[in-house]
C-alpha cells in the first residue's frame, strides 16, 4: 500500500534560518508530488508542484523553493526563513489528479 | 479564474442532527471534486471523491455529497452528527486536464452535546 511520510512533525525557527522539510511516498512510482501551505484561519495554498525528478513549478512567488532529487522525494528549503513563513505544510501525492494523499503536516513558527 | 466557494466559514450543529456543508466551484473544464476532513493540528483525510457516473457520492463516516452540475455545486450532507465530526471540512476541485488541486477556504464544524 501507499504511505506518505513527512517530517518533522513542529519545528521552531529563528528569522533568518535555513529550512529543509523532507517528504517521501512508498508504494508508488512517479507520483505527482505537491506542497501546499496552511496560514491560521485560511485555507490550503499550493506552494510547488512536480511531475517528474527535476521537475518544479511554483504557484506563488515567495521566499521559499523545491527540489525533487529523487522519484519519490520532495524537499521544501528555504534559504532564510522569514516571519510570513510561519504555517502548517502539507507534503501530498497523486497518480494524474484521481485522488490526493496528504502527510500529516509540519507545523513551523518562525521567531 | 477557477475558483472554489465555501459559503460558511463556521457551522454549529447540535449532535445527532443534520449537516450540510456547501461547495460552489467555478471551473471551464469537467471538474473532479473532492472532500477532505481535517481533525486540529493534523493532515487531511479524504471523505469522498467525484469524477463522473452517480452524482450522488457515498464516502466514509456516513458522508455523501451530490454533484449538482447545473448549479456549480457539490455539497456535502450527513444525516447525523457525532460529536467526532467536529473538524474543518475542505472541498477541492481539479480539473480533467490539470493536476493543481484548488480548495476552499473551509468550514469549521462545532458539535453540541
Known amino acids: 500500500s501507499q504511505t506518505i511520510h513527512q517530517w518533522p512533525a513542529t519545528l521552531v525557527q529563528p528569522v533568518g534560518s535555513p529550512l529543509s522539510l523532507e517528504c517521501t511516498v512508498e508504494?508508488?512510482?512517479?507520483?505527482?508530488l505537491y506542497w501546499y501551505r496552511q496560514a491560521a484561519g485560511r485555507g490550503l495554498q499550493l506552494l510547488f508542484y512536480?511531475?517528474?525528478?527535476?521537475?518544479i513549478s511554483s504557484e506563488v512567488p515567495q521566499n521559499l523553493s523545491a527540489s525533487r532529487p529523487q522519484d519519490r522525494q520532495f524537499i521544501l528549503s528555504s534559504k532564510k526563513l522569514l516571519l510570513s513563513d510561519s504555517g502548517f505544510y502539507l507534503c501530498?501525492?497523486?497518480?494524474?489528479?484521481?485522488?490526493?494523499?496528504f502527510g500529516s503536516g509540519t507545523r513551523l513558527t518562525v521567531v | 479564474a477557477q475558483s472554489v466557494t465555501q459559503p460558511d466559514i463556521h457551522i454549529t450543529v447540535s449532535e445527532g442532527a443534520s449537516l450540510e456543508l456547501r461547495c460552489n466551484y467555478s471551473y471551464g473544464a469537467t471538474p473532479y471534486l473532492f472532500w477532505y476532513v481535517q481533525s486540529p493540528g493534523q493532515g487531511l483525510q479524504l471523505l469522498l471523491k467525484y469524477f463522473s457516473g452517480d452524482t450522488l457520492v457515498q464516502g466514509i463516516k456516513g458522508f455523501e455529497a451530490e454533484f449538482k452540475r447545473s448549479q456549480s455545486s457539490f455539497n456535502l450532507r450527513k444525516p447525523s452528527v457525532h460529536w467526532s465530526d467536529a473538524a474543518e471540512y475542505f472541498c477541492a476541485v481539479v480539473s480533467s486536464n490539470d493536476y493543481k488541486l484548488s480548495f476552499g477556504a473551509g468550514t469549521t464544524v462545532t458539535v453540541r452535546a
Open positions: 512536480s511531475v517528474g525528478i527535476g521537475q
Open positions: 508504494g508508488t512510482s512517479n507520483p505527482n
Open positions: 501530498a501525492w497523486s497518480v494524474k489528479n484521481y485522488g490526493y494523499t
